[in-house]
């Protein structure tokens, strides 16, 4: 519509072969055909008539060259109409005519070091498929300009309801694909030389993986900036609310879609919105359970949790405790991260000894530990105890089934050789090293009086608990009652500890009350331990509530794998009862090597879908960590786990950016294992 207007006088417009996507502009008297503006040639900013409507250029619009132009006017607005100052955009097929220059374009790049990168659909954007497009990103990169991405209001509505159904995960999933490969962009004109340009580009940045991380973390921020754009003109649409008599879905949607906002913004270097952002919704989110719709993501205990977690990782542990007791509604703590020593528990059981006779430990928690626990206002066993020496740095965590035995008196018979937990951990702990060995404990450390108002269990679990005490202590220790009938084996929540513990590189260890660990040394055979062990399946393991044990399979199946994670705890609890008895277990190499590979293969096999990249990170954090465990540091099979985890750590670093908890976790166990560095 423009070029005919600003060809000079004697030349025209004709498409080429019909086509109207490729013109050229000729010479009406000699014939002779241009790809690019004859001189004399204007650009449209000349044909302007009102002079406030030009000035210095502030952003460089980068743009797809088949998007509508009311498309990209509509995106550009909506992105830049919030500016505090005058904005004077550079196109350029409005100030540089019909003549496209690589170093024109770098110019104005340089000078406004304000970008705004226009796309038809934020799920598929081109800026990465046309030359042109991944050029203006790269010239933006390389000078650390700051970047916008822009899209039409309903592209915009559209990317803050994903978010909203379906986490971050979904933008981190497209952030992810994106390759930064100039050989697979195209362009009608110019590709060569475009190619060349970014070639170049990419090696003064470090390479391809450099680049790509660059444009992951800064793609991060920019799609979270928008989405903040839409969930500010939701908020503002929302009014007051009335807290205490339930919230419409409409309120409940924005809620949510300001807790996955928050979690968005906590994998960007803006943190700090993150936690502003969870604060806000917090505030407005009501107390009462059943004032929120069933489904929400935004519920006290779970955006609570998630600002605690942001709070941990700044090193602000009194800030993460004040939102911990906040969120409790009494001011109490939902769980101690801190361990109780192991004199503390000897001298509490000798105590109350008359009280724990033979009790299993859920009656110890009903009979003795909630009503204790009680008199001093409701708060964890652990906080009861008034030496300072009885807590501390938990060096092990406590896997056990409740249904086992808690204590068994000094003066039972002889013929009642099994004991229970108290005699199996301090049984297991030297008397001189009893006062300075801490352990984490639920019954002692998870306050057994706050329940979340949403499904009734405790609220601690709200806090991932078991992660953040794993992470914390040396190992695991499982206790054992009896070692011919494990309960704790056939517990779903055992299994997902001991998942937890081998994902974390802890070692577990088996412990057993004194009488029950001397007969399985003198009784118990290779045949008994692999009787034992075939037991272990996930998929036919148990739960108190039926709701847990859903929760925990759904989980395990869309991470690891149910499959493989019985294969992992068979072999991690076949190695440690043949190390407590004492006798030489073989691995059979050839059969680990295959098992593993073949694990390996499905995953990478699996068709590309949202959600394959986060699972093929936990099989194979999986797989790198058996062959960790299993083979010695000289096995080559050990050396290709490091290998593997420290690819892991890459993918991970990639998907979910350098902030996030899972990227944390794998760095630090590679530099514990002394695999080349996956930091950033």
């Known amino acids: 519509m423009w070029l005919p207007k600003l060809l000079p006088e004697g030349w025209t417009l004709r498409y080429v072969n019909g086509h109207k996507k490729k013109s050229k502009a000729v010479n009406e008297e000699t014939g002779v055909a241009n790809d690019y503006a004859p001189e004399g040639t204007l650009s449209v900013l000349e044909l302007f008539v009102n002079p406030a409507m030009i000035g210095p250029a502030t952003h460089f619009v980068s743009f797809p060259a088949l998007m509508l132009l009311t498309e990209i006017v509509e995106a550009v607005e909506s992105t830049l109409s919030a500016s505090e100052q005058p904005v004077f955009i550079w196109m350029d097929v409005l100030s540089i005519g019909w003549n496209d220059n690589v170093h024109i ?22 800026r990465l498929k046309r030359a042109w497009m991944m050029f203006e990103l790269f010239s933006a990169i390389r000078v650390d300009a700051e970047l916008h991405y822009a899209m039409t209001l309903a592209e915009q509505r559209r990317l803050a309801d994903d978010l909203r159904i379906n986490g971050p995960n979904v933008v981190l999933d497209i952030v992810y694909r994106f390759e930064a490969d100039p050989c697979r962009t195209h362009s009608m004109f110019q590709l060569e030389l475009l190619k060349t340009e970014l070639h170049s580009i990419v090696e003064q940045q470090g390479g391809r993986a450099e680049i790509e991380h660059q444009l992951a973390e800064r793609t991060r921020s920019a799609y979270a900036k928008i989405i903040a754009r839409e969930f500010d003109r939701r908020w503002a649409e929302l009014g007051d609310m009335d807290l205490d008599g339930g919230i419409t879905k409409s309120e409940s949607d924005v809620l949510d879609l300001g807790h996955q906002l928050a979690r968005l913004w906590a994998l960007t270097q803006n943190v700090d919105l993150a936690e502003k952002l969870f604060g806000q919704v917090l505030q407005r989110l009501p107390s009462a359970a059943t004032t929120v719709r069933a489904g929400a993501h935004a519920r006290r205990d779970r955006t609570t949790a998630e600002l605690v977690q942001l709070l941990k990782q700044q090193g602000r542990i009194e800030d993460a405790h004040t939102a911990e007791r906040d969120v409790s509604g009494c001011g109490k703590l939902p769980v101690s991260w801190e361990g109780i ?49 009885a807590r501390g740095k938990p060096t092990f965590f406590v896997s056990h089934a409740w249904r086992q035995t808690f204590y068994v008196p000094k003066d039972a018979p002889a013929a009642a050789w099994r004991g229970g937990l108290v005699q199996a951990l301090v049984g297991s702990t030297s008397k001189e090293a009893r006062g300075s ?8 450390c998870v306050n057994q009086h706050l329940r979340s108002p949403y499904d009734g269990g405790l609220l601690a679990f709200a806090f991932d608990p078991l992660r953040n005490a794993i992470i914390e202590c040396d190992h695991l220790k499982l206790f054992m009652e009896t070692w011919d009938d494990p309960a704790p084996l056939s517990r779903v929540w055992c299994l997902v500890e001991i998942h937890a513990a081998f994902l974390l590189g802890k070692e577990v260890k088996i412990v ?11 009784q118990g055979t290779k045949d008994d331990i692999e009787r034992i062990v075939s037991r272990i399946d996930i998929k036919h393991a148990s739960a108190t509530f039926q709701s847990d044990r859903h929760k925990v399979l759904n989980f395990v199946e869309d991470t690891i794998g149910c499959d493989n994670l019985t294969l992992f705890c068979q072999e991690i609890i076949r190695a440690a009862l043949y190390g407590l008895a004492g006798m030489a277990k073989s691995t059979d190499r050839s059969k680990w090597t295959s098992l593993l590979k073949g694990i390996v293969d499905t995953v990478e096999n699996q068709p590309c879908s949202p959600g394959t990249v986060p699972k093929e990170i936990e099989v194979k954090r999986g797989v790198a960590m058996m062959q960790c465990r299993i083979f010695p540091p000289d096995a080559i099979e050990h050396i290709a786990g490091k290998e593997l985890l420290n690819e892991v750590a890459h993918k991970a670093l990639r998907f979910y950016g350098p902030r996030s908890q899972l990227y944390l976790d794998l760095k630090r166990q590679t530099d514990e294992l002394g695999c080349e560095s996956a930091a950033k």
Request: charged content about 30%; overall charge negative; hydrophobic content about 40%.
């Open 341 to 389: 020593s192991v004199s503390y528990l000897e001298g509490f059981a000798e105590e109350n000894a008359a009280e724990l006779r033979f009790l299993s430990t859920d009656a110890f928690v009903e009979r003795v530990v909630k009503p204790e626990t009680r008199k001093h206002g409701a708060v964890a066993l652990i906080e009861t105890a008034a030496c300072n020496e």
């Open 105 to 126: 374009q770098q110019a104005v790049i340089n000078e406004t070091r304000q970008v705004v990168q226009v796309c038809s659909k934020w799920d598929d954007p081109e």
């Open 512 to 522: 057993m009350p004194p009488r029950a660990m001397d007969t399985f040394r003198k």
């Open 437 to 444: 060995t801490h352990f984490w404990y639920d019954v002692f």
